[in-house]
């Protein structure tokens, strides 16, 4: 503890100036223990990451050079995984499938995400409940969200979201069985569960908005409009920065939306790389494979980060 | 000096609280594994799982050996991840489609059925079905099926039709049920002609579609012995698959809503909403608590031009091939064969986990006190299995993928469609060194 303090204010002790030669001393050793109590701190942490991250990864990226058979014994085949799996037509189409439902889910729910925390920021205590409301799909368990939603969809005339829609005219609809509608179906759904998420970033960063800025667009005789153009988004550059991120990394993973509402299907049309991982290592038992798809898809996730790294960093320097 | 010795004494302390917490741990798990449980899996419900534990008490009871059992409705998921521990169950309890992949990766062992006690009780045919291409024997036959065709017998009455013994009757019935009122609430068109399981999942929808097809003459692959020959795109199979694309492509769609993505079909039977459906006699029990005995009609399959043939299922009882109790993994496969084992298995509380002894000595019908099970019996007799003797496993999830695309496109794509499935069947056959 008193490592700790001193460490971190390290004025503080020759400040008291209690017995000043002995300082400078106790000093010294507090450095020199300092390099190993910090990894004593960090320790537990580390190990875990260690024995539960690293070690898998590790694992993993062996796994995927080789055929894999703990029984048998596994035995090196070099790239020939990678090759399987970027010359499989299914994996080309999830792909095609994960990048649309990346890109149309990322920017639905950001785009919801914004509109919902405009409408819903402020301190009123009616607001605060509907805020609540609207953050509930994200603490439900994603497996209980496809339920319902699959309920919602049911397809037959009197089906939840048919009889909603019969009721402007428009004949019902097989959401989940079509296939040219199932993705955009899925899709739907991860707006909706994940669209409140980003609101609630999205209302941390209107909170830091200098209201002063607002105030002065409006004695210019801004519109709403022009408001939120030329000082909101401005204003949330980073907040915006870091849900496109989250949003992107997290669309590329998504996995339990589609598995339990289509499992992939129908025809592969909701197939996406996770599903097609999960098919291969445990439908097919072909574990290499699957790593190598893995391994593919830790790539893509860590370009794409180092991407939106590199340009919120040339912003924030321009 | 002082404060130092006090540290050590202090740290020495630690050490020790370490150690002994340290000990206590390892001594546990010791503990666990001294005791000598055979560890043992099944892919089972709640209920099916209350019959198992039933079973293994009875066993326990009689040997004295322990059971440790475990329900695991993700069973590949599971096993996979005990396999990357190279620790596996001692003996498994799981479907014979599964027997030829676990084979030849080898988490299970060879069996020499004739040193098991109660091998001539258990017919012929049970044990050929668990061989492998190469003759040996990898499982225990557990229990036997074929599926059935469950119908709602007050629908079919209230609508004036007879129990339907051919497939232009089915149909007859299938198209009353989705266009009439069988449930009586005064609208029409808001019940299903029939509950299908078309989720590609284990491959699922390939074991569904194989009666139908075989009542026609048709079949993915013929042939025997380890070789087989792909069959699906000659013109009985493209034949029998057009009249099933009718069904499901046609106005009025016979199946029920969803049926390509639905998990499961059982609930739209059970709960009233479709009024045919063909699946195993496992679902006697729940069919019938939740719709009535008086209700529930179970028939031979309507004949189509080649028959009644359906589709045969089969558990069976594997060893594992890390465990270290061989002696107590061949007396549970002993129990379980037995007379009693069977019995308990039909009849302890809960759900049949035994459907169709494989005990030869007994028959289901009087065990059960049940007359429905002379039909299930005789549909047996009529049945037949899916290649599994070699691993049929990624040519299953080539059909069901094929035929769910064909039947949720509706694009009239068949014959090409067979001819691109039958193609990738035979690689797979090839890839398992199966294909004639």
């Given at each position: 503890?008193?490592?700790?303090?001193?460490?971190?204010?390290?004025?503080?002790?020759?400040?008291?100036?209690?017995?000043?030669?002995?300082?400078?001393?106790?000093?010294?050793?507090?450095?020199?223990?300092?390099?190993?109590?910090?990894?004593?701190?960090?320790?537990?942490?580390?190990?875990?990451?260690?024995?539960?991250?690293?070690?898998p990864?590790?694992e993993?990226?062996?796994m995927?050079?080789?055929?894999v058979s703990p029984f048998l014994g596994n035995?090196?085949?070099?790239?020939?995984?990678?090759?399987?799996?970027?010359?499989?037509?299914?994996?080309?189409?999830?792909?095609?499938?994960?990048?649309?439902?990346?890109?149309?889910?990322?920017?639905?729910?950001?785009?919801?995400?914004?509109?919902?925390?405009?409408?819903?920021?402020?301190?009123?205590?009616?607001?605060?409940?509907?805020?609540?409301?609207?953050?509930?799909?994200?603490?439900?368990?994603?497996?209980?969200?496809?339920?319902?939603?699959?309920?919602?969809?049911?397809?037959?005339?009197?089906?939840?979201?048919?009889?909603?829609?019969?009721?402007?005219?428009?004949?019902?609809?097989?959401?989940?069985?079509?296939?040219?509608?199932?993705?955009?179906?899925?899709?739907?759904?991860?707006?909706?569960?994940?669209?409140?998420?980003?609101?609630?970033?999205?209302?941390?960063?209107?909170?830091?908005?200098?209201?002063?800025?607002?105030?002065?667009?409006?004695?210019?005789?801004?519109?709403?409009?022009?408001?939120?153009?030329?000082?909101?988004?401005?204003?949330?550059?980073?907040?915006?920065?870091?849900?496109?991120?989250?949003?992107?990394?997290?669309?590329?993973?998504?996995?339990?939306?589609?598995?339990?509402?289509?499992?992939?299907?129908?025809?592969?049309?909701?197939?996406?790389?996770?599903?097609?991982?999960y098919?291969?290592g445990f439908e097919r038992n072909n574990l290499?494979?699957a790593?190598?798809?893995?391994?593919?898809?830790?790539?893509?996730?860590?370009?794409?980060?180092?991407?939106?790294?590199?340009?919120?960093?040339?912003?924030?320097?321009? | 000096?002082?404060?130092?010795?006090?540290?050590?004494?202090?740290?020495?302390?630690?050490?020790?609280?370490?150690?002994?917490?340290?000990?206590?741990l390892m001594s546990s798990t010791f503990a666990v594994q001294a005791q000598d449980a055979l560890e043992v899996w099944s892919r089972s419900g709640p209920q099916a799982a209350a019959t198992y534990e039933a079973v293994f008490a009875a066993f326990t009871e009689k040997t004295g050996i322990p059971v440790e059992y475990l329900t695991a409705l993700q069973f590949d998921t599971q096993l996979q991840a005990r396999v990357a521990a190279r620790d596996l169950p001692d003996v498994l309890i799981y479907d014979q489609s599964s027997m030829a992949a676990y084979a030849t990766s080898g988490w299970i062992v060879p069996i020499e059925p004739?040193t098991l006690a109660g091998y001539?009780?258990v017919?012929?045919?049970s044990w050929?079905s668990v061989k492998m291409?190469?003759?040996s024997t990898y499982g225990v036959p557990f229990s036997q099926?074929?599926?059935?065709?469950?119908?709602?017998?007050?629908?079919?009455?209230?609508?004036?039709?007879?129990?339907?013994?051919?497939?232009?009757?089915?149909?007859?019935?299938?198209?009353?049920?989705?266009?009439?009122?069988?449930?009586?609430?005064?609208?029409?068109?808001?019940?299903?002609?029939?509950?299908?399981?078309?989720?590609?999942s284990r491959g699922f929808?390939?074991?569904?579609?194989?009666?139908?097809?075989?009542?026609?003459?048709?079949?993915?692959?013929?042939?025997?012995?380890?070789?087989?020959?792909?069959?699906?795109?000659?013109?009985?199979?493209?034949?029998?698959?057009?009249?099933?694309?009718?069904?499901?492509?046609?106005?009025?769609?016979?199946?029920?809503?969803?049926?390509?993505?639905?998990?499961?079909?059982?609930?739209?039977?059970?709960?009233?909403?479709?009024?045919?459906?063909?699946?195993?006699?496992y679902?006697?029990?729940?069919?019938?608590?939740?719709?009535?005995?008086?209700?529930?009609?179970?028939?031979?399959?309507?004949?189509?031009?080649?028959?009644?043939?359906?589709?045969?299922e089969r558990t069976s009882i594997y060893f594992g091939a890390t465990s270290t109790l061989p002696d107590e993994q061949k007396a549970l496969a002993e129990f379980l064969i037995s007379?009693e084992g069977q019995?308990l298995g039909?009849?302890a509380?809960g759900q049949p986990v035994v459907r169709?002894?494989v005990?030869?000595?007994?028959?289901?019908?009087?065990?059960?006190?049940?007359?429905?099970?002379?039909?299930?019996?005789?549909?047996?007799?009529?049945?037949?299995?899916?290649?599994s003797d070699?691993d049929f496993t990624?040519?299953?999830?080539?059909?069901?993928?094929?035929?769910?695309?064909?039947?949720?496109?509706?694009?009239?794509?068949?014959?090409?469609?067979?001819?691109?499935?039958?193609?990738?069947?035979?690689?797979?056959?090839?890839?398992?060194?199966?294909?004639?």
């Amino acid at each position: 503890m008193t490592d700790i303090s001193s460490a971190s204010q390290p004025s503080a002790t020759s400040a008291a100036g209690g017995t000043p030669p002995a300082a400078p001393r106790r000093g010294r050793v507090r450095s020199q223990s300092r390099w190993w109590s910090a990894w004593m701190f960090l320790a537990p942490a580390l190990l875990l990451f260690i024995y539960f991250k690293f070690v898998p990864m590790g694992e993993g990226i062996r796994m995927s050079f080789q055929d894999v058979s703990p029984f048998l014994g596994n035995s090196w085949v070099g790239w020939d995984n990678y090759t399987t799996v970027l010359t499989n037509a299914r994996f080309h189409q999830a792909v095609w499938n994960t990048l649309v439902l990346g890109a149309g889910q990322s920017i639905g729910a950001v785009v919801i995400g914004f509109i919902l925390a405009l409408l819903l920021e402020g301190p009123s205590r009616t607001l605060w409940f509907v805020r609540t409301a609207v953050f509930l799909p994200v603490v439900t368990a994603s497996a209980v969200v496809g339920e319902i939603w699959r309920i919602i969809y049911f397809p037959s005339p009197d089906g939840f979201m048919n009889k909603l829609i019969g009721l402007v005219g428009i004949d019902p609809i097989r959401y989940l069985e079509d296939t040219s509608v199932a993705l955009y179906a899925v899709m739907t759904v991860g707006i909706w569960s994940s669209a409140p998420y980003y609101m609630v970033i999205f209302l941390a960063g209107l909170a830091g908005v200098d209201r002063s800025l607002y105030e002065a667009a409006a004695i210019d005789g801004a519109r709403l409009r022009h408001r939120i153009i030329n000082v909101t988004i401005p204003a949330l550059r980073p907040a915006i920065m870091i849900v496109s991120i989250l949003a992107a990394v997290r669309a590329l993973r998504i996995f339990t939306d589609v598995w339990v509402l289509t499992g992939g299907g129908p025809a592969g049309s909701t197939q996406v790389w996770m599903t097609q991982i999960y098919t291969q290592g445990f439908e097919r038992n072909n574990l290499g494979v699957a790593s190598a798809a893995s391994i593919l898809l830790l790539i893509a996730s860590v370009l794409l980060t180092v991407v939106a790294v590199y340009f919120t960093r040339n912003k924030e320097g321009a | 000096m002082e404060s130092g010795t006090e540290t050590s004494k202090h740290s020495s302390k630690a050490y020790k609280t370490t150690a002994i917490a340290l000990g206590a741990l390892m001594s546990s798990t010791f503990a666990v594994q001294a005791q000598d449980a055979l560890e043992v899996w099944s892919r089972s419900g709640p209920q099916a799982a209350a019959t198992y534990e039933a079973v293994f008490a009875a066993f326990t009871e009689k040997t004295g050996i322990p059971v440790e059992y475990l329900t695991a409705l993700q069973f590949d998921t599971q096993l996979q991840a005990r396999v990357a521990a190279r620790d596996l169950p001692d003996v498994l309890i799981y479907d014979q489609s599964s027997m030829a992949a676990y084979a030849t990766s080898g988490w299970i062992v060879p069996i020499e059925p004739e040193t098991l006690a109660g091998y001539e009780e258990v017919s012929d045919i049970s044990w050929d079905s668990v061989k492998m291409a190469n003759g040996s024997t990898y499982g225990v036959p557990f229990s036997q099926h074929a599926q059935i065709t469950f119908v709602r017998k007050d629908w079919r009455e209230k609508l004036g039709f007879d129990v339907p013994k051919t497939h232009d009757d089915l149909i007859a019935l299938a198209t009353a049920f989705a266009t009439g009122d069988p449930d009586g609430n005064g609208v029409d068109g808001d019940t299903f002609g029939m509950a299908v399981p078309g989720t590609t999942s284990r491959g699922f929808f390939a074991w569904w579609m194989f009666s139908y097809l075989a009542q026609q003459g048709a079949s993915y692959v013929e042939g025997g012995d380890g070789k087989y020959e792909v069959t699906i795109n000659n013109p009985a199979g493209v034949k029998a698959v057009e009249w099933l694309y009718d069904a499901f492509c046609k106005d009025p769609n016979l199946a029920q809503p969803g049926a390509m993505t639905n998990a499961s079909a059982t609930p739209f039977f059970a709960e009233g909403q479709a009024g045919i459906y063909q699946t195993g006699p496992y679902a006697i029990t729940s069919f019938t608590d939740k719709i009535g005995a008086e209700n529930l009609e179970i028939i031979l399959a309507p004949a189509g031009s080649a028959g009644s043939t359906t589709l045969t299922e089969r558990t069976s009882i594997y060893f594992g091939a890390t465990s270290t109790l061989p002696d107590e993994q061949k007396a549970l496969a002993e129990f379980l064969i037995s007379q009693e084992g069977q019995t308990l298995g039909m009849t302890a509380p809960g759900q049949p986990v035994v459907r169709l002894p494989v005990n030869t000595n007994l028959v289901a019908a009087d065990i059960y006190e049940d007359p429905r099970f002379i039909t299930v019996a005789k549909q047996l007799e009529m049945s037949e299995l899916m290649p599994s003797d070699i691993d049929f496993t990624a040519a299953r999830l080539e059909i069901a993928e094929t035929f769910q695309t064909l039947f949720s496109q509706c694009n009239d794509d068949i014959v090409p469609q067979l001819d691109r499935l039958a193609g990738r069947i035979s690689e797979e056959l090839e890839a398992v060194n199966a294909l004639k």
